[in-house]
Every structure is written in C-alpha cells, then in structure tokens.
C-alpha cells in the first residue's frame, strides 16, 4: 500500500486527574525526523513516544505535542503526609518544652507546612497505559490518512503512466518514416548537386542516419521502468525512495530521447514525457 508522508491526527482522552491531548503532524522528508513537544511532566514518557511513532512511521518530518490539562484544586483529592505529621508534632513539642511562652502551631500554619498536604498523584504506570494506548488510536488515525491520501497520489501517477504508454507507443512507429523522409531529402540533394544518384552513397548515409535516430533501446528502457513503477506501487512495502529513483532513470531517457530526435513529433514526445514524469515526481517526493 502506497503511504502519503503528509497526514494529522489528534485525540484528547478522559483521565483520572485531567485530560491528555495528543497531536500528530507530518510532512514529506527524506528520512524519519522527530520532534516532541512534551509537556514538563510528560517528558519522562518521551522514550517511550519515539520509539512507537518510529515502529508505525518509516519517513517524513513528525511533530508530537503531547499535554496534560489537569483538573482545578477543587477537584483534586488531598491526603496529609503522616510521617511529616509525626515528624512535625515531635518537633513542636521539644519546642513547647525548651519554650514553654511560645504559641502553639495553629491548623493553617501546619496545613501550609512543606510536605504536610500531598495532591493525589496519577499513577505513572497507569498514565503510560493511557500514553500508549492514546499513541495506538492516533497513530492508526495517522495510518489510515496517510494511506488515504497515498491512494489518490496512486491514481494520479497511474494515470501519468498511461499517458507515458500511449506517447511511447506513438513513437516507435515514427521511426521507419523519419528514415524514409531523409532518404527522400538527400536524394533529392544529391540529384540537385550531382547528374546521378550515388547510390552506395545514399545507403552508407542512411545507415548513420539510421544509426544516429535509433531510440528503439530508450524506448524499451521507458517501457521496463514504466512497468517498474506499476510492480512498485502494487507491492506492500515502502517505495519512495525506489519511485525516486525511476523518475530520474525516467527522465534520463526522455532528455535522450529528445537529444536523437529529428522531427517535430519526436521532440514533442520528448517533452511532453517530461512534463507527465515531472508530474509524477511532484506527487513521489511525498510518498513514504
């Protein structure tokens, strides 16, 4: 299945102490380019969020953002640390005892010693779990966009292709006449220069001419990577870079082809190869 590198997807999940939002974007890059934007209290998840967007994702430049909206105060359970409580009531009554004047610590300054009053703490396994499984669902939303938009990029290189086909099949047949016509030409050069035809003389120069115009191999170099590109985009695994790489041996033919042309219809065939590759290269550039 052919895979577009650009895609974005987000989720926000219900937790205990709040809520995680989670958002992934992606573009075309060369290679697999990752970058976190973690909240201060996620980031020690941050391992654990590499390493499942790099075993789904092969290539493109990944954004992560990841936050946790905790709930108000009001919300959020309490609970008195006892041994800070224990500690504390044993430090005040050796004080009361060596000071017997001083005042009692009063119920406001205890609540707002450090350490006295705890929030409830999410569970760090139990945040993972919701990490995780949260990084699973929008990591198969970002799957099934990216492979959305790989099959409209599909269809519109196959279609380039088609149009490849029809031109290449146009050409070939050309050839016998483009032959033909010079034949025509320099004999009637040679009629026009001479009182004869020098008959060995128009064979020896049809033959380089021959020669020269020969693209039967461009030709059927065109055909093979054309074919190529079908198999590759058919087959279920990356192809990318493989696609990159038949646009260029693509292009390679289509500028000799053009190089060996001597009629208007062959150079026209020429370029407009090269416009429907181009085509297929701007769409190729973004598959995974």
């Not at 075309?28 to 976190?36: A, C, G, K, S």
């Not at 396994?125 to 939303?141: G, H, V």
Request: net charge negative.
């Amino acid at each position: 299945m052919i895979y577009s590198m650009t895609g974005f997807a987000s989720i926000e999940r219900q937790m205990a102490n709040g809520v995680l939002v989670v958002e992934l974007r992606s573009v075309n890059h060369r290679y697999l380019e990752l970058h976190m934007k973690l909240d201060e209290h996620l980031r020690s998840f941050e391992p654990l969020v590499r390493e499942m967007i790099s075993a789904k994702l092969g290539r493109g430049k990944v954004e992560c953002r990841m936050s946790l909206m905790q709930r108000g105060a009001a919300d959020k359970a309490l609970s008195l640390d006892e041994d800070v409580l224990t500690n504390l009531s044993a430090v005040a009554d050796q004080i009361q005892k060596r000071f017997p004047s001083s005042q009692a610590l009063s119920v406001s300054e205890i609540l707002h010693w450090p350490g006295v009053v705890q929030n409830q703490q999410a569970d760090n396994d139990q945040l993972a779990e919701d990490i995780k499984s949260s990084l699973k669902q929008i990591l198969e939303d970002m799957t099934a966009s990216r492979a959305r938009e790989g099959a409209k990029m599909k269809a519109l290189i196959l279609e380039r292709l088609a149009d490849a086909e029809k031109i290449v099949a146009t050409v070939k047949p050309l050839l016998p006449l483009q032959v033909k016509a010079y034949q025509e030409k320099l004999t009637a050069k040679l009629q026009e220069a001479l009182s004869g035809v020098d008959e060995d003389r128009v064979r020896q120069e049809l033959v380089l001419f021959a020669q020269k115009i020969d693209v039967d191999e461009e030709l059927t170099r065109l055909t093979a990577h054309i074919s190529e590109v079908k198999r590759i985009l058919d087959a279920d695994q990356a192809a990318g870079k493989r696609l990159d790489f038949l646009m260029q041996e693509l292009n390679r033919e289509a500028n000799t082809l053009g190089s060996k042309s001597v009629s208007t219809e062959v150079s026209q065939a020429s370029m407009s190869l090269k416009v429907l590759i181009e085509q297929m290269r701007e769409q190729i550039q973004n598959i995974e």
